[in-house]
């Protein structure tokens, strides 16, 4: 199975970047990187030091319910390009371990999906869980403050 990784929503961000409003009504806080632990959610690239960025809520799900989670994320604040890559983004390969969750068609947990692997893990535990008829994409987040990552789905 191919693995296809896939950046924040490109319309979601261009919105933002203009002034308009995050998952919580809020305009994005601007922020200069400082070079660790800024991966931008949209080029799937740590944002370099020194560089504009914006910190703002989001929520990777098409609707409002109980498992639609909503939380910081951070993108550069000039235009960058989507990820379209083949094999495991830039800021994929920066933490120790990530936090894994398989969900269905109907953007809700499949339970018993959850865990924490290491970082070299990601990929076959992704291709695992994906490999479940009822898990129709992972998400990957921050294992130790939760904050959505990216979202895998099997490459067509």
Not at 45 to 67: C, D, H, K, T, V
Not at 97 to 106: E, P, S
Not at 148 to 155: L, P, S, Y
Request: hydrophobic share 35%.
């Amino acid at each position: 199975m191919t693995l296809q990784f896939h950046p924040y929503d490109s319309a979601f961000v261009a919105s933002v970047r203009a002034g308009g409003p995050d998952a919580n009504g809020q305009p994005a806080e601007r922020a200069v990187s400082d070079g660790a632990g800024t991966p931008c959610r949209h080029c799937l690239q740590n944002i370099p030091e020194g560089a504009p960025m914006l910190i703002l809520a989001a929520r990777p799900f098409p609707a409002l319910q109980p498992y639609a989670e909503t939380g910081p994320i951070f993108l550069c604040a000039e235009d960058c390009a989507p990820w379209d890559g083949d094999g495991v983004p830039e800021i994929l390969t920066t933490a120790p371990d990530y936090l894994l969750k398989g969900y269905g068609a109907n953007d809700r947990i499949v339970y018993g999906t959850g865990r924490v692997v290491p970082s070299d893990d990601l990929p076959a535990y992704a291709e695992t869980l994906l490999g479940d008829p009822r898990i129709a994409y992972v998400d990957v987040r921050s294992a130790r403050n939760n904050c959505f990552q990216a979202r895998i789905t099997r490459r067509p």
